[in-house]
T-cell receptor, first 118, second 108 residues
Framework: NAGVTQTPKFQVLKTGQSMTLQCAQDMNHNSMYWYRQDPGMGLRLIYYSASEGTTDKGEVPNGYNVSRLNKREFSLRLESAAPSQTSVYFC?????????????????FGDGTRLSIL | GIQVEQSPPDLILQEGANSTLRCNFSDSVNNLQWFHQNPWGQLINLFYIPSGTKQNGRLSATTVATERYSLLYISSSQTTDSGVYFCAVGGTASKLTFGTGTRLQVTL
């Protein structure tokens, strides 16, 4: 079972370039999430999708956009990359459905994308 | 928002030793999860435990929601247990907030 698959695993960008991080899950989960992890910190939520066709901002959404392409796929786009966006990005999914579904299902994570912006 | 505090921040153990990691949180929650981030950076969900006690092999977890804390027990530690352990909590319709983790190193 693949679970949650993220591509690419590594990427180096120049300031101002754009890029889309891809995430797909094969567990038929309703909810999907994008987090970033910076050194010495826990994960911070960028955007989430509580069900197919909906997306909402998390704690640190500035500089990012997302698309819930279908139930399986949730992409994260950096329109104009900045050095402050250098981070490890994780995608996750859970069976939780709808905005009130946060509290009742575990989250499963992909292996992460290590992104460096010069 | 909910505050999450994990202790200790760092822990070094010899193989075979037992340990207890603690997670305190500032408000009532209905979602609490423990994760292990291995040295390769992968995040593995260990427990979904908003209340009560669960066990999985050498690992067990207890959450006392009324007193706003959770404990993760590691018994007979192995070098493969090394990494960072994160606690994450959330209330109804709220985001999942992660603590800053406990970094565990298990030595031979």
């Amino acid at each position: 079972n693949a679970g949650v698959t993220q591509t690419p695993k590594f990427q180096v960008l120049k300031t101002g370039q754009s890029m889309t991080l891809q995430c797909a899950q094969d567990m038929n989960h309703n909810s999907m999430y994008w987090y970033r992890q910076d050194p010495g910190m826990g994960l911070r939520l960028i955007y989430y999708s509580a069900s197919e066709g909906t997306t909402d901002k998390g704690e640190v959404p500035n500089g990012y956009n997302v698309s819930r392409l279908n139930k399986r796929e949730f992409s994260l786009r950096l329109e104009s990359a900045a050095p402050s966006q250098t981070s490890v990005y994780f995608c996750a999914s859970s069976e939780a459905f709808g905005h009130r579904g946060w509290g009742n299902q575990p989250q499963h994570f992909g292996d992460g994308t290590r992104l460096s912006i010069l | 928002g909910i505050q999450v505090e994990q202790s200790p921040p760092d822990l070094i153990l010899q193989e075979g030793a037992n340990s207890t990691l603690r997670c305190n949180f500032s408000d009532s929650v209905n979602n609490l999860q423990w994760f292990h981030q291995n040295p390769w950076g992968q995040l593995i969900n260990l427990f979904y435990i908003p209340s009560g006690t669960k066990q999985n092999g050498r690992l067990s977890a207890t959450t006392v929601a009324t007193e706003r804390y959770s404990l993760l027990y590691i018994s007979s530690s192995q070098t493969t247990d090394s990494g960072v352990y994160f606690c994450a909590v959330g209330g109804t319709a709220s985001k999942l907030t992660f603590g800053t983790g406990t970094r565990l190193q298990v030595t031979l």
